[in-house]
């Protein structure tokens, strides 16, 4: 069983991601540089955070244009799962594989520093290892971080389960003084339909090792390594 990260110009994040995925699945990713026009094959997939192509236009928007996100976009219908984080996120929306748009942070500034998550949704591939409810601690590293979708959209994602995780503080309240961001309804991941697709802006694998401050970020390298590797 094989995964792979797809790799960009400006990604910062993809050899953290192979770290945490070697850890958990006793097995490297293949790393994939994102001209590639086919991919090997793959029982998962990581979209890493970074910065594709400088953020030059859009995050996101050139690096959803990529020959090798054709061929994820392929994968994820077949239901192979799909992770993306930060950059990785905001890419997954730009390829109309997640809906929405990730847009400036409200406060107009980086936002850098560990903040708190709750679990909406345990019930997937990614987030079985937790509970709903469960209080977690992750790192953001993001400028353009603030998730906006039509009220239907929202709507749709909170009835059908597609939110994943929502900034909270760290007792568990999610509330506006906890949104890092000003992402509606405080987003911080969602699903696609399916549930085999999740974007999300906080960056588990920079607390996925006893060695990085704490092991919040684990879990989700685990379940996939459960659901997907067993």
């Not at 345990?122 to 906006?148: E, K, W």
């Amino acid at each position: 069983m094989l995964s792979a990260i797809i790799v960009f110009p400006g990604s910062n994040c993809d050899r953290d991601v192979q770290v945490a995925l070697k850890k958990s699945f006793g097995k490297a990713a293949r790393m994939v540089w994102h001209a590639e026009t086919e991919l090997p094959a793959a029982d998962l997939i990581v979209v890493p955070g970074g910065f594709s192509y400088g953020d030059y236009l859009r995050a996101g928007s050139m690096a959803a244009l990529a020959p090798a996100m054709r061929e994820v976009s392929k994968l994820a219908q077949k239901g192979v799962p799909v992770l993306g984080i930060c950059n990785g996120f905001q890419i997954l929306c730009e390829s109309n594989l997640l809906p929405g748009a990730l847009i400036r942070n409200s406060g107009l500034r980086f936002v850098c520093r560990d903040i708190y998550l709750t679990v909406e949704n345990s019930d997937t591939v990614f987030t079985c290892g937790y509970s709903v409810g469960q209080c977690l601690r992750m790192p953001i590293a993001h400028h353009d971080g603030n998730y906006v979708a039509a009220p239907e959209t929202l709507d749709c994602l909170s009835s059908e389960g597609r939110i994943a995780f929502k900034y909270c503080d760290d007792k568990g309240v999610v509330s506006e003084v906890a949104n890092p961001n000003g992402s509606a309804s405080n987003i911080a991941g969602i699903l696609n339909e399916r549930k085999n697709v999740l974007g999300m802006m906080p960056h588990p694998e920079r607390l996925a090792d006893p060695a990085l401050g704490g092991i919040d970020g684990r879990s989700i390298f685990e379940a996939l390594a459960g659901k997907v590797f067993s």
